[in-house]
């Protein structure tokens, strides 16, 4: 069985369990009004070759703003499903009258990885006028070699909610990979964590996250789902999706706080009817240990 054929067999048992997500309603002060023209605009795929990373950017329409994006990394040969990640999700709102768009960088996790491969990059965009209190959080840690793992946060001001955000590695090389990209179940934070391989890392690097704030919106939700696989499996996949009437502003993924180095996300994906995301991770290299289940998130309004 390909790498293609495997994600769709996971895909298939995760679809089984939506019923048993997790969605929180935020209570407090009346929302603003509903969210319009949201939208998803999908990349072009990056160059398909060998080199060592690949970035794709989704630009969003003349004039809208981006809320939250995901991405794909994927390598062609069956060979090499599991060794590519994710480094980089990051939304980019301009304010020099250039485009919005949300960025995607993939990452070789082996210097003897030969095979072809691509990523791929999805923006969610929306009408400025829906955005009320709108901005762009940006956390940037200082570069380090020593931890194994860092973590990092983008806090919204007090009474404003993230409608998306986003990670990004700084300086991996190949043995840095992203395992967590996804907001608070309240909505306030947008949290990143990324972990060395189990042969460690050192050079210097370090972790952004992003979080895109708005004013709470209407029927503003924070959907997290869990995966069915939750032991030692080497891929593991979950979907969250929306309530009926409320649309995808916004995604995310996680790999649980256990999860060793060697373990990383390599899919985020919201669907193109932006119903609901779908997370994908992969152990990078055999590991023996149990990594626990992953989640998808979709935070969603209406």
């Given at each position: 069985?390909?790498r293609?054929?495997r ?11 939506l ?5 929180i309603?935020l ?26 990373t ?19 990394a994927?390598?062609v040969?069956?060979a090499d499903s ?8 990051r939304?980019?709102?301009r ?7 949300f ?12 095979g ?6 999805y ?7 829906g ?8 956390t940037?840690?200082s ?13 919204c ?28 179940a309240t ?8 972990h ?16 895109v704030?708005?004013n709470?919106?209407?029927?503003y ?15 593991k996949?979950?979907?969250?999706r ?7 502003h ?8 256990t ?11 919201p ?8 997370a994908f991770?992969?152990?990078?290299t ?8 992953i ?6 309004a209406?």
């Amino acid at each position: 069985m390909n790498r293609t054929s495997r994600w769709f067999a996971l895909a298939g048992a995760a679809a089984m369990v939506l019923a048993a997500q997790v969605g929180i309603q935020l209570a407090g002060a009346a929302p603003a009004a509903a969210v319009s023209g949201i939208e998803k605009v999908t990349s072009p795929l990056s160059p398909i070759d060998s080199q060592p990373t690949h970035t794709a950017r989704a630009e969003c329409p003349v004039g809208k703003w981006v809320t939250g994006g995901g991405g794909w990394a994927f390598s062609v040969a069956a060979a090499d499903s599991a060794k590519v990640t994710l480094v980089q999700l990051r939304p980019d709102h301009r304010t020099d009258g250039t485009r919005d768009s949300f960025v995607v960088t993939g990452s070789e996790t082996t210097a003897s990885m030969t095979g072809d491969w691509w990523v791929q990059a999805y923006a969610i965009c929306a009408s400025p006028s829906g955005l009320s209190g709108y901005g762009l959080v940006a956390t940037h840690n200082s570069p380090t070699s020593s931890p194994v793992k860092v973590e990092a946060r983008a806090a919204c001001a007090t009474g404003k909610r993230a409608l998306g955000g986003g990670a990004r590695i700084v300086s991996p090389g190949r043995d840095v990979a992203l395992q967590v990209a996804r907001a608070s179940a309240t909505g306030d934070i947008f949290r990143a964590t990324a972990h060395e391989d189990a042969n460690g890392y050192s050079g210097n690097w370090t972790l952004d996250a992003y979080a895109v704030c708005v004013n709470q919106p209407a029927g503003y939700q924070v959907v997290t789902t869990a995966s069915t696989q939750s032991d030692s499996e080497a891929e593991k996949i979950a979907f969250a999706r929306c309530p009926a009437g409320k649309r995808v502003h916004g995604a995310g993924a996680a790999i649980t706080d256990t999860a060793p180095g060697g373990v990383s996300l390599q899919v985020v994906y919201p669907s193109n009817a932006l119903d609901e995301v779908e997370a994908f991770a992969v152990e990078n290299t055999p590991v023996s240990q149990d990594w626990d289940f992953i989640v998808a998130q979709a935070i969603c309004a209406s």
